[in-house]
């Protein structure tokens, strides 16, 4: 499966930005997704993650309340709305998938996409 994430921008602290993570190749099957990111200097963190239902969604404790992950009726687009964005939310977004269970774990997703940025003024 490939994995296009796009959305990314210069966004003012405060604002929101919607991110989407589009699959292609194997769609068919039932494959969970996951949003990290990796700050400059710092190691790529788990945000959010969805199951192919959309029946188990986690996020990490800095996000939950802010974002939102979800996918399309055709389970091929997965979108991270980020609401109240802070200078601390700046990164490089990347989302990733795997068969199975939605995860924390980035060494447990296989697929991973190229990245968006995403950049927060003060």
């Known amino acids: 499966v490939q994995l296009q994430a796009s959305g990314g921008g210069l966004v003012q602290a405060g604002g929101s930005l919607t991110l989407s993570c589009a699959a292609s190749?194997?769609?068919?099957?039932?494959?969970?997704t996951g949003w990290f990111r990796q700050a400059p200097g710092k190691e790529r963190e788990f945000v959010a993650s969805i199951s192919y239902t959309g029946g188990s969604i986690y996020y990490t404790d800095s996000v939950n309340g802010r974002f939102t992950i979800s996918s399309d009726n055709a389970k091929t687009t997965v979108y991270l709305r980020m609401n109240s964005l802070t200078p601390e939310d700046t990164a490089v977004y990347y989302c990733?998938?795997?068969?199975?269970?939605?995860?924390?774990?980035?060494?447990?997703?296989?697929?991973w996409g190229q990245g968006t940025q995403v950049t927060v003024s003060s």
């Open positions: 990733a998938a795997r068969q199975s269970g939605a995860l924390r774990d980035a060494k447990a997703y296989p697929y």
């Open positions: 190749g194997r769609t068919s099957s039932t494959f969970a």
